[in-house]
């Protein structure tokens, strides 16, 4: 009887706690907006400011000689979506174009262009690729050589002949056959709000509570440390959900990013992280008693992380080996793993069940180590 009366008495305590929880979070809009304004903002932002895709290059066209075969070939990039040709007299003009961040690539056409085409050796043509960016310049250079290549093929057909290259590629874009950035940028965003989102708000729960002196009326109850980690954990895991699920229906029909896996896998592996989120945001709140500290803290500590090293942006087998390393660490690296997944491949086990698996780790790992540097007392 004297078991049950504790029990009883345990989940009043439990449940008088998530009531005040949640009360103070309806009396503080700062929570709401973490959770509900900042996905919204961030995806706006991210979603259509943040692009990939290298379209409608601005490219300047130098014509040394022009005849029928320049005038063939130039009209190629007229009628190509990513480049935009411009026409310029000499080389140097182009040259002062792209200095001054006009255009971004230089096809110089020399006066025997047409002569030499029909050479054994054929006819070269110069490129001049702005290199400030790498990436975008070799994809430049790569769309160059593609209306080259066209325009080849197309040139021989004309004339009865047979265009051989040397390797014919038949290539096949899996999981996205848009080449679309934005289906790889948005469900890394999700992982990014979901990080704020558990780590802000948790690491200021424990802190704002010493900063209004409520702490330590709330130690002198009869509640246990576990009992006050749960009050503090369901409260901001139900607002984190909502906050999930905003932001999975702005990347669904706002933003038409595909979910071609199990929206209920999507559900359960996001809970997932979020427990671990919020169990780093109140490992955070238990070593910060300012909630500007903690802000800071939960800041450098999760967000940065997630952004740099969990694959949202830089690909991780691109990095050295060391930061590699460090990259497992990060838990939305294994979350954006899962969403990718889910979100543009399906429910592929070999990389949903490793990555929840981890996730699971390291949210007993943070709640274990908050529970163990949890004691009711004042210093």
Same mark, same amino acid.
């Given at each position: 009887?004297?078991?049950?009366?504790?029990?009883? +008495?345990?989940?009043?305590?439990?449940?008088?706690?998530?009531?005040?929880?949640?009360?103070?979070?309806?009396?503080?809009?700062?929570?709401?907006?973490?959770?509900?304004?900042?996905?919204?903002?961030?995806?706006?932002?991210?979603?259509?400011?943040?692009?990939?895709?290298?379209?409608?290059?601005?490219?300047?066209?130098?014509?040394?000689? +022009?005849?029928?075969?320049?005038?063939?070939?130039?009209?190629?990039?007229?009628?190509?979506?990513?480049?935009?040709?411009?026409?310029?007299? +000499?080389?140097?003009?182009?040259?002062?174009?792209?200095?001054?961040?006009?255009?971004?690539?230089?096809?110089?056409?020399?006066?025997?262009?047409?002569?030499?085409?029909?050479?054994?050796?054929? !006819?070269?043509?110069?490129?001049?690729?702005?290199?400030?960016?790498?990436?975008?310049?070799?994809?430049?250079?790569?769309?160059?050589?593609?209306?080259?290549?066209?325009?080849? !093929?197309?040139?021989?057909?004309?004339?009865?002949?047979?265009?051989?290259?040397?390797?014919?590629?038949?290539?096949?874009?899996?999981?996205?056959?848009?080449?679309?950035?934005?289906?790889?940028?948005?469900?890394?965003?999700?992982?990014?709000?979901?990080?704020?989102?558990?780590?802000?708000?948790?690491?200021?729960?424990?802190?704002?509570?010493?900063?209004?002196?409520?702490?330590?009326?709330?130690?002198?109850?009869?509640?246990?440390?576990?009992?006050?980690?749960?009050?503090?954990?369901?409260?901001?895991?139900?607002?984190?959900?909502?906050?999930?699920?905003?932001?999975?229906?702005?990347?669904?029909?706002?933003?038409?990013?595909?979910?071609?896996?199990?929206?209920?896998?999507?559900?359960?592996? +996001?809970?997932?992280?979020?427990?671990?989120?919020?169990?780093?945001?109140?490992?955070?709140?238990?070593?910060?008693?300012?909630?500007?500290?903690?802000?800071?803290?939960?800041?450098?500590?999760?967000?940065?992380?997630?952004?740099?090293?969990?694959?949202?942006?830089?690909?991780?087998?691109?990095?050295?080996?060391?930061?590699?390393?460090?990259?497992?660490?990060?838990?939305?690296?294994?979350?954006?793993?899962?969403?990718?997944?889910?979100?543009?491949?399906?429910?592929?086990?070999?990389?949903?069940?490793?990555?929840?698996?981890?996730?699971?780790?390291?949210?007993?790992?943070?709640?274990?180590?908050?529970?163990?540097?949890?004691?009711?007392?004042?210093?």
């Amino acid at each position: 009887m004297s078991g049950e009366i504790r029990t009883g +008495s345990a989940r009043m305590r439990l449940r008088g706690l998530i009531r005040k929880e949640f009360l103070q979070i309806v009396r503080d809009p700062s929570s709401i907006a973490i959770a509900f304004l900042m996905p919204i903002i961030l995806l706006l932002l991210f979603g259509y400011g943040v692009s990939l895709d290298s379209e409608h290059v601005p490219v300047a066209l130098v014509v040394e000689k +022009s005849n029928a075969d320049t005038i063939d070939f130039t009209s190629r990039f007229e009628h190509s979506k990513y480049l935009v040709p411009s026409y310029y007299a +000499s080389t140097r003009e182009a040259e002062q174009a792209m200095m001054a961040g006009r255009v971004n690539a230089i096809v110089v056409l020399r006066q025997d262009f047409g002569r030499t085409l029909r050479q054994s050796d054929g !006819a070269p043509i110069q490129l001049i690729v702005n290199g400030v960016d790498a990436n975008t310049a070799r994809i430049i250079s790569g769309y160059v050589q593609g209306v080259w290549g066209n325009w080849l !093929a197309h040139y021989a057909e004309q004339r009865g002949q047979k265009f051989e290259a040397p390797v014919e590629l038949q290539q096949r874009v899996w999981f996205n056959s848009e080449l679309r950035s934005r289906n790889f940028l948005v469900p890394g965003l999700v992982a990014l709000i979901m990080t704020l989102i558990g780590a802000l708000l948790t690491a200021m729960v424990m802190a704002r509570e010493w900063e209004r002196g409520t702490m330590e009326a709330l130690l002198v109850t009869p509640l246990s440390m576990r009992e006050v980690i749960v009050g503090k954990l369901l409260p901001y895991f139900v607002l984190g959900m909502g906050g999930l699920a905003l932001a999975v229906s702005m990347s669904l029909f706002l933003f038409g990013v595909p979910l071609r896996g199990s929206l209920w896998v999507l559900i359960v592996t +996001s809970a997932l992280f979020l427990v671990a989120a919020l169990g780093m945001g109140l490992l955070i709140s238990t070593i910060a008693r300012s909630q500007f500290v903690a802000g800071q803290l939960a800041l450098i500590t999760t967000f940065l992380p997630a952004f740099l090293l969990s694959g949202f942006i830089f690909d991780i087998g691109s990095m050295p080996p060391v930061v590699q390393v460090i990259t497992h660490i990060v838990a939305a690296r294994y979350y954006i793993a899962i969403l990718q997944t889910v979100f543009l491949a399906g429910n592929d086990w070999s990389v949903i069940v490793p990555n929840a698996l981890a996730l699971v780790a390291m949210a007993t790992i943070f709640l274990g180590i908050t529970w163990k540097k949890s004691r009711k007392r004042l210093e």
